[in-house]
């Protein structure tokens, strides 16, 4: 992909659907990006709504769980997606920052039949869904998987646009507006993402010579998903170290380096959302 006056084309010159909101501001010169989730049914619903002058809001693109991308502004316009907010000394992020929203339910509940349920009923299998605490609440909930076709779509419409404009940082929405909000959520692995963003790129470069850890108890798994089976040694106690060797969308593939509950030399799959660099 590329950009052509601030709208997004393939690289065949094929303009990215584009439905324009009318909620925006004037020309900015951006240097962060903001990731949101939708909150919503589908990433259909979102932009519908998000180009609705009623709506009061909007993003510079949603992208679908199939890895789809409907851009609603220049990424040279502000648009509204932050609200009240600051980050480092930035007060009202929409002046400053680039926003993408992913499609994604938000913050769901357990179903009497083991299913996890959204605010509006869509219900899903558990194992598309990790359960844990947000880092701005106390109570354990269900977070829907970024799916892999949208965390690509995303990390490569992300590369493109720190190249493009010089962004200094990626934050989640619930960084600038803590006390507000919870999106992109536990779900979305943000240290990861982070890390590959800036000055990392391809799967060989993901540890980047450092030492990861565990941030809580976690299932290391034969496959990058919750539908496979935890293998001996799981959980991880938190603070287990970690060497990453690869990753797939939110997972990643590392060697743990402690021997844990009895079991040495393991090697599996676990959640991005739950491993960070050892300070």
């Not at 039949?113 to 701005?136: L, Q, T």
């Amino acid at each position: 992909m590329k950009l052509i006056n601030h709208r997004l084309y393939h690289d065949d010159d094929e303009p990215y659907p584009y439905r324009e909101t009318p909620n925006r501001g004037g020309i900015f010169t951006p240097l962060f990006l903001v990731v949101h989730y939708t909150a919503g049914a589908t990433a259909e619903q979102a932009v519908t709504w998000l180009t609705q002058t009623r709506a009061q809001a909007s993003a510079h693109a949603v992208i679908g769980r199939d890895g789809s991308i409907t851009q609603l502004a220049p990424f040279n316009i502000i648009t509204w997606h932050a609200g009240v907010s600051n980050w480092k000394g930035y007060k009202g992020m929409n002046k400053y920052a680039i926003g993408l929203e992913l499609d994604n339910p938000g913050p769901l509940s357990h179903a009497a039949n083991g299913e996890w349920v959204s605010w509006f009923g869509s219900r899903h299998d558990p194992s598309e869904v990790i359960e844990a605490k947000h880092k701005n609440r106390t109570e354990m909930q269900g977070w829907l998987l970024y799916s892999q076709a949208q965390m690509e779509a995303t990390m490569e419409l992300s590369e493109l646009l720190v190249e493009a404009y010089g962004l200094e940082d990626v934050i989640g929405h619930d960084d600038i507006a803590p006390t507000r909000k919870t999106d992109p959520g536990p779900a979305f692995p943000m240290n990861s993402f982070r890390s590959r963003l800036f000055g990392r790129s391809g799967a060989s470069s993901a540890a980047d010579e450092k030492v990861f850890e565990t941030t809580a108890s976690l299932n290391i798994r034969t496959g990058p998903g919750s539908q496979y089976p935890s293998l001996p040694g799981s959980p991880l106690p938190r603070g287990t170290r970690l060497d990453v060797l690869d990753e797939n969308g939110s997972w990643l593939h590392v060697d743990v380096l402690d021997a844990v509950n009895g079991v040495i030399d393991l090697e599996g799959w676990v959640h991005g959302s739950y491993v960070r660099p050892v300070p």
